[in-house]
């Protein structure tokens, strides 16, 4: 099993920027790709970016394309979303998510994800 908790979530400005952390803690996620993912009220949850296991491949959302960055440190067994110039468009609950097993590429998809975390909330101000 795997255990995710994200933080870093706050209020901020439009413009602003911040730094999400996703700690996993279980079973290792070093060799497991991990996403971000994001739902904002009334709507469905949606991709935000993925990393693969050595954080060489990375991919995002065309809405969050130029400004944010997913990195990871796998030896504090975390996962990071930096965002910048931030909208309010971006106003939504995030999750970091991961797959039950290595080998399933970069997939998109919150489907093919089965350990999620409980979300941390970032809500930016116009």
């Known amino acids: 099993q795997v255990q995710l908790v994200e933080s870093g979530g706050g209020l901020v400005q439009a413009g602003g920027s911040l730094r999400l952390s996703c700690v996993a803690s279980g079973r290792t996620i070093s060799t497991y790709p991990v996403g971000w993912f994001r739902q904002a009220p009334g709507k469905e949850r949606e991709f935000v970016a993925i990393?693969?296991?050595?954080?060489?491949?990375?991919s995002y959302a065309n809405s969050v394309k130029g400004r944010f960055a997913i990195s990871r440190d796998n030896a504090k067994s975390t996962v990071y979303l930096q965002m910048n110039i931030l909208k309010p468009e971006d106003t939504a609950i995030y999750f970091c998510?991961?797959?039950?097993?290595?080998?399933?590429?970069?997939?998109?998809?919150?489907?093919?994800?089965?350990?999620w975390g409980r979300g941390t909330q970032v809500t930016v101000s116009s």
């Open positions: 998510a991961t797959t039950s097993g290595p080998g399933v590429g970069l997939p998109t998809s919150a489907t093919s994800y089965y350990y």
């Open positions: 990393i693969n296991s050595n954080g060489v491949l990375k």
